[in-house]
C-alpha cells in the first residue's frame, strides 16, 4: 500500500481502511461519492481513483458545481447548440461528451441546483445526455465521480436534493475523516509538507522538533490538511535554522476558544479537555445561566462554580 498511492500521506488505521476502499473501487466503473470536511483531501482522492483505473491515460475533469451560475454549468456540463440562448453563436460540446472515456470529478455536488440533478440522474443511468436546444440524447463514455462537505442525507430529508439522485450517487461512499480524528497521520504529514515547500522557498529544513509535532497534534484543523499545508508554509517562509520550533508557529495558532487543544494520548488529560470544552459550550448556550447550566448539566450548582474555577472559565 505505501507505494501504491505515493501521494497520499498518513498511516492511521482510518486512511489506510479508506485507501484499502479505493483501491477496490478505482478499476471499477463504479459512481463514488466522496465526503469529507473542507481541506482533508476529497479532490486528492478523486484523482486517485481515476490514475487507477483504466481511464488513467484519458482526461479527469473536475468541476466545481458551487462556483457557476445556473446555465453556465448547464452548458458546460452538457453543452449548447448553436443559438439556443443569447451568446450561443456555436455548437459547444459538454464536458461530459468531452471526457471522452476520462472521469469527471463533480465537486460540491450538493450545490447542484434542482433541474440539473435531473439532468444528472439520466447520465448516471442511461449514460445519456442531452445538450440545451437539443432534442436528440447522445450517448456518452465517462464515469462520474463526486464530492461534497456538506450532509447530503440531510439534504434530501429537507427536499433539497433528489433522493433517487442520492441513491445513485451514494452506492459507494468513501468518508475522508477529519484531520483532529487521526491526530497520527500529523508527524508523517508534518515531514512530508516540509519536503514538499523546502525546494520552492529555497530552504532546507531538516524537519519538525517534536514539541512542534505535538502541539500540531493537538490542534483542532479545521481547514485540515489544506489548513496545515498553510501554516508550514507560513511557518518555513519566517524560521530560521535547520529544524523548525515552537516558537516558529505563528501566534494566531493558539488564539481563539475554536483552537482549545483536542488531543492528547493521556486519558485523563484528555477528558479534562472534554470538560472544559463541554461546560464552555453548555454555558455559552445558555447565556452564562449559571443555574441554568447547571440545571442541564445535571450537577449541583456548587460543583458547577468549582470547576469553573479550576478549568479558569471566565
Ligand atoms: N493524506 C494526504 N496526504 C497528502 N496531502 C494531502 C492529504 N490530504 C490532503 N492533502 C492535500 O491537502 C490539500 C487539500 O486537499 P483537497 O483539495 O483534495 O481537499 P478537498 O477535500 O477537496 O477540499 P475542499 O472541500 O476545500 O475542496 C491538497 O493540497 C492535498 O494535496
Ligand atoms: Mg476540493
Known sequence: MEHYFENIIGKSKALRDLLE???????????????GESGSGKELIAHAI?????????FFLPVNCGALP????????????KGSFTGAFANQEGLFERARGGTIFLDEIGEIPQHLQVKLLRVLEAREILSIGSTTPRKVDVRVLAATNRDLGRDVEQGRFRDDLYFRLNVMEIHIPALRERPEDIPLLVEYLIQKHNPELKRNFKG???????TLMSLPWKG????????????MILAEGDWIRLDDLPPS????????????????????????????????????DRKEAARLLDISLSSLYRKIEEFGIA
Open 208 to 214: 519538525a522538533e517534536p514539541a512542534v509535532i505535538h
Open 224 to 235: 485540515n490538511v489544506r489548513e496545515l499545508d498553510n501554516v508550514l508554509e507560513h511557518t
Open 70 to 81: 445556473e446555465t453556465l454549468l448547464e452548458s458546460l456540463l452538457f453543452g449548447h447548440m
Open 253 to 288: 495558532l493558539f488564539g481563539g476558544k475554536e483552537s482549545l487543544p483536542v488531543y492528547t494520548p493521556n486519558l485523563k488529560e484528555a477528558l479534562k479537555r472534554f470538560e472544559k470544552q463541554h461546560l464552555i459550550r453548555v454555558l455559552e448556550q445558555v447565556g452564562q
Open 50 to 58: 481515476h490514475s487507477h483505473s483504466d481511464r488513467r491515460d484519458k
Open 21 to 35: 476502499m479505493v483501491k477496490k473501487v478505482a478499476p471499477t466503473q463504479s459512481t463514488v461519492l466522496i465526503t
